[in-house]
């Protein structure tokens, strides 16, 4: 098959959709398909164009062997509504623009990722002129996520949200999510739509074949073979209440006990102020990282915490817990719901805390600093699992089986 993903947020940015999304790449063109990339320039987190792709209408490059081509949007640092507006609009203008005239004559499949919902402009231009069949997959339940974050407000905006996320499912032939809370939300409520669950996961096959380069971590931070290493790694945004680790890493002050926080965002000046001001002396920020990076990173803490803000929406998995899966290490996990059910009931991968509760999470933390066994234990679990589960080879696998059977007459 001929296959366009259509993104918005795609390689070199760092982020999990333009992981995920590269690993899908790849892993569908070892399936023998011919798989492009139209995306945006480059400019996330930092809401700025990079330098390399300044000035530029349309670009294209290749990257570990999948075609890119790359069309301009507006960007500005305001977090206004109207920016965002203008940044996704302008984005489907371009994409239109540039898929028409430098993609592929014809297409079998289009995958549009979502967010955003203003996604569906390009993915249905170029469904109708490149005759293709249109796939649309669903990483956040738009607008949902947006009302429960406080992103959407006002009963006319939600109102053409719903209406712009009906449009969505109806103009594609069939619909994927990223987890089975949102595969059940749209199943429920388009019950006539074909979906398919398309989870997140790890290339453990790269992973057999890679060598991971040491970091040194604890000869950089200054820490004794004996320090537990506690580790947050990923965006220091609105999402996640990192805050939290920092407030019970103080309890742990003098102890072998030792708080990592890799990553770069929006909040990372406050969250350093928040550290400044309590005084932690046992906790470190590393900044942005490289995967592999974070890989060598990951091989070397004992515990990844994933500390969620608290929300009513059942099925938010997020991408971290592949990562700790595939390194062995045990989750400290304060995400309710379909990541608890799945990883800490089920799994048995780490201890479960609930969002936003210090006591729990300081309680969960001096569990494991005194119980190396259940350490090992809870990351060989996640492992397992992960193995099992989660492998993003077997995935691909999957997903084209689906899209195979449901383009095949009866």
Avoid at 192 to 203: E, F, T
Avoid at 213 to 239: C, M
Avoid at 377 to 385: A, V
Wanted: aromatic letters at 12%.
């Amino acid at each position: 098959m001929k296959i366009l993903i259509i993104t918005q947020y795609y390689l070199p940015e760092v982020g999990a959709p333009q992981n995920r999304l590269h690993s899908l790449s790849k892993n569908l063109q070892k399936l023998g398909h011919d798989v492009n990339i139209l995306t945006a320039m480059p400019n996330y987190p930092e809401m700025k164009i990079h330098d390399s792709y300044k000035g530029k209408f349309w670009y294209t490059e290749e990257i570990d062997g999948i075609s890119i081509l790359r069309s301009w949007l507006f960007i500005s640092k305001s977090d206004s509504k109207i920016s965002r507006l203008l940044c996704y609009l302008s984005f489907s203008f371009t994409a239109s623009v540039v898929g028409l005239f430098k993609g592929k004559r014809k297409y079998d499949l289009i995958i549009s990722e979502s967010p955003s919902l203003f996604i569906i402009i390009p993915a249905l231009f170029l469904k109708i002129v490149k005759r293709a069949t249109l796939n649309f997959n669903v990483s956040d339940v738009w607008p949902e996520i947006g009302i429960v974050f406080g992103h959407l407000k006002g009963k006319a905006t939600i109102k053409f949200f719903y209406a712009l996320e009906r449009f969505c499912y109806y103009c594609s032939n069939t619909i994927t999510g990223q987890t089975q809370g949102i595969v059940d939300s749209i199943s429920t409520r388009f019950p006539s739509k074909k979906i398919h669950l398309l989870p997140n996961g790890y290339d453990f096959k790269e992973l057999d074949e890679k060598t991971i380069e040491p970091f040194n971590l604890r000869e950089k931070l200054e820490l004794t073979a004996d320090n537990v290493i506690f580790a947050y790694g990923g965006l220091l945004g609105h999402g996640y209440e990192v805050e939290l680790m920092i407030k019970a890493a103080k309890a742990f002050e003098g102890s072998n006990a030792s708080f990592v926080i890799i990553g770069d965002g929006t909040r990372r000046k406050e969250l350093e102020q928040i550290s400044h001001e309590l005084n932690c002396r046992n906790v470190f920020f590393l900044g942005k990282v490289t995967l592999d990076i974070m890989q060598s990173i990951l091989s070397e803490i004992d515990v990844l915490v994933i500390p969620v803000f608290k929300t009513t929406m059942d099925g938010i998995i997020p991408s971290k817990i592949f990562d700790a899966l595939a390194s062995g290490k045990p989750l400290l996990l304060g995400v309710d719901g379909e990541a608890k059910r799945k990883f800490i009931e089920k799994g048995k991968c780490g201890l479960f805390f609930n969002p936003g509760n210090l006591e729990e999470l300081t309680s969960s933390i001096n569990i494991l600093l005194k119980d190396e066994s259940l350490r090992k234990t809870l990351g060989q679990n996640g492992y397992s699992l992960g193995r099992k589960y989660f492998d993003r080879a077997e995935i691909a696998k999957d997903f084209m089986k689906f899209i195979e059977f449901v383009e095949t007459p009866s």
